[in-house]
């Protein structure tokens, strides 16, 4: 595995890497998540949030009596 570096600034901040951003194919705004796994934290592209999923406005009708009514159409 290729290492590379990044200085954390004063105020907490942190620039990836140019290589890193491509590798998880990041552009501006997007988030990035940092999971505390037992072999250390792992930096990977965060999901969508339901405000920026288009299909989450329909979400009021994802609930198991929907799927049921709705089985046969």
Known sequence: MK???AKLSSKSQLVLPKSVREKLRLKTGDRVRFV???AGIV???AAATEAEDPF???GEW???ADDRAYAGL
Do not use: N
Request: hydrophobic share 35%; charged share 25%; proline share 7%.
């Open 3 to 5: 290492s590379v570096h």
């Open 36 to 38: 505390d796994s037992p």
């Open 43 to 45: 930096i990977e592209r």
């Open 56 to 58: 989450a406005t329909f």
């Open 62 to 64: 994802a609930s198991e």
